[in-house]
């Protein structure tokens, strides 16, 4: 593959490809019925914070082994040659659910917004086959980019990844001048804990609605997917994993809590619409504004979007070049001049859109449940490479590169491995 990647370019794909206005905007209705204002902004923090630590223990393996691989490679490094073959044979395919599955989540959310936006400004009726068709666009196009040579895809995720901040701030700034914040309503996103999800149970409907900051900050190694592209990525690798979960804490966390405080003025029926975040947006800029705004909005979603397809290339990818996936040798291709892999991003693209047919069929929470197993999975596949780091085999195989941790790699390694398994377990339970 071709290093043509400047630090620049792939500063650029790290801050694109962080989920917050793709995680944010479609699923903060979620997050608000079943645990209200306060949960929604608690739970985002919580969970970043606890996500920048696994990225730390992330990064420092990184730095060790700066493959396009990953995670998959990093076990086959540490393991003993009794297990290193099958648990990198799991954790590989756990790496290509994960991708794929959180590129579809993506292009359904691009869908959702953009019909939630026809909806809402020009009560347009939205039908399962629209979404679809929505969905199937946006992957197809994503795929066509995906077929540039690496420096065009440096190109086009340097702008994205400016263009994305801005739309971030700029919504943000917008929001909050006309939400009319004063010191009676100032602790409302921080203690207005509310249950409109018909459970008994307040802890556990908010426990079962962790998905929006989860997806947000799901997978942390996309930008890992760039190493073998990327200069010195023993050095840049470690501060764009880091600094992508970072800057996904640092801008989404804002972005909640001014959803928080717009909601503090009573929308009639807004737990009954599809993305009530879109509806709330429409509702405080009003009609044209909020069509520019949500179209800047859908712009930079698109670009998440294809920084996760081209992500989930390089995943299928590498274990296709590692023997890990049938007919691997057919797989293993990279076009002669562009030197991508072009034969696989076809294939990575057909799986992306096949997720959709489970909500075709007439399940609207299908793509819930497919955003919960594209954490689930990517969480399994983090959890078993940090504690091979750990036994005795790893111990022995690991040797650091640029980036450590020094004395607090092992704290550090088994208070995220704890966190990893805890919060896949809470994905698992049925949010109704």
């Known amino acids: 593959m071709s290093r043509g990647l400047p630090w620049i370019s792939v ?3 790290a801050i694109t490809g962080c989920n917050v206005l793709s995680g944010v905007i479609p699923l903060y209705g979620f997050a608000l ?15 970043g914070c606890m996500s920048f630590i696994v990225s730390l223990c992330l990064a420092e393996l990184a730095s060790a082994y700066p493959t396009t691989a990953g995670a998959h490679h990093w076990v086959y490094q540490l393991g003993s040659s009794r ?4 648990l990198s044979w799991m954790v590989g395919w756990l790496s290509i659910v994960s991708s794929v599955t959180v590129a579809a ?30 969905h199937l666009g946006a992957i197809l196009f994503w795929q066509v980019m995906n077929l540039l040579p690496v420096r065009g895809i440096g190109y086009i995720s340097t702008v994205a990844g400016l263009f994305a901040l801005g739309v971030t701030v700029a919504l943000i700034t917008v929001m909050l001048s006309l939400a009319g914040v004063n010191a009676s309503v100032a602790q409302v996103p921080f203690t207005a804990f509310l249950n409109y999800s018909g459970s008994p149970s307040a802890i556990y409907a908010a426990l079962s609605s962790t998905l929006m900051a989860s997806f947000v900050f799901c997978p942390q190694d996309t930008v890992i997917r760039m190493s073998e592209e990327s200069r010195r990525p023993e050095r840049t690798m470690p501060w764009m994993i ?5 800057i996904s804490l640092l801008a989404g966390l804002p972005l909640v809590v001014t959803l928080n405080f717009v909601v ?9 619409e599809p993305v009530p975040g879109v509806k709330m947006i429409v509702e405080i800029l009003g009609n044209h504004a909020a069509v520019t705004y949500l179209s800047m909005v859908l712009v930079a979603i698109s670009f998440a979007g294809f920084v996760r397809l081209a992500a989930a290339t390089r995943v299928v990818y590498s274990f296709a070049r590692d023997g890990g996936v049938p007919h691997s040798s057919y797989w293993n291709y990279l076009h002669p001049r562009r030197k991508t892999p072009q034969r696989v991003s076809w294939l990575v693209a057909a799986a992306c859109m096949c997720c959709i047919f489970p909500f075709f069929w007439g399940n609207v929470e299908a793509f819930k449940w497919i955003s919960s197993l594209a954490c689930i999975s990517a969480n399994l596949c983090y ?7 750990l036994t ?27 966190w990893l398994i805890g919060l896949s377990f809470v994905l698992m339970l049925p949010s109704s």
Not at 33 to 47: D, K, Q, R
Not at 83 to 86: D, G, K, L, P, Q
Not at 113 to 119: H, M
Not at 242 to 246: C, D, E, L, P, V
Request: net charge positive; hydrophobic share 50%; proline share 6%.
């Open 105 to 134: 989540s993506v292009a359904f959310y691009f869908a959702s917004v953009l019909g939630q936006l026809l909806l809402s400004v020009h009560r347009v009726s939205l039908t399962p086959a629209m979404l679809v068709m929505f």
């Open 264 to 272: 503090i003025k009573p929308i009639k029926g807004l737990l009954d």
């Open 11 to 13: 500063t650029g794909i």
């Open 33 to 47: 019925t079943n645990g209200g204002p306060a949960w929604a902004t608690w739970s985002y923090l919580v969970i």
């Open 242 to 246: 880091t600094g992508s979960t970072a």
């Open 383 to 389: 959890v078993i490479p940090l504690w091979m780091r």
């Open 392 to 418: 005795s085999e790893g111990k022995l195989h690991f040797i650091p590169g640029a980036f450590s941790l020094g004395p607090f790699s092992k704290l550090l390694h088994v208070i995220s491995i704890i």
């Open 83 to 86: 297990r290193r073959a099958y």
